[in-house]
């Protein structure tokens, strides 16, 4: 993980098409700006994790559904 430090107002980039800008820091809290293409998605930590989680489960529901469907078409041969 790369560490950087940055005060409010001042700015990171990645790449080309990504710039990070600290806009406050209050307390705890850091407010960030993100300037980057509008067809990146951004989550937030946990909204992206529980994306993971139910994206896994439905594949792994997805997987044992057509093996049901398998064995009962092969038990109807």
Do not use: C, H
């Amino acid at each position: 993980m790369l560490i950087l430090a940055r005060r409010a107002g001042e700015s990171l980039r990645i790449g080309d098409n990504i710039r990070l800008t600290v806009f406050s820091i209050q307390g705890k809290q850091v407010k960030l700006g993100l300037d980057l293409p509008g067809d990146t998605p951004v989550y937030r930590e946990e909204v992206y994790l529980r994306i993971r989680d139910e994206n896994s489960r439905a594949i792994l529901a997805s997987s044992k559904d057509l093996l049901a469907a398998a064995e009962i078409w092969q038990s109807k041969k």
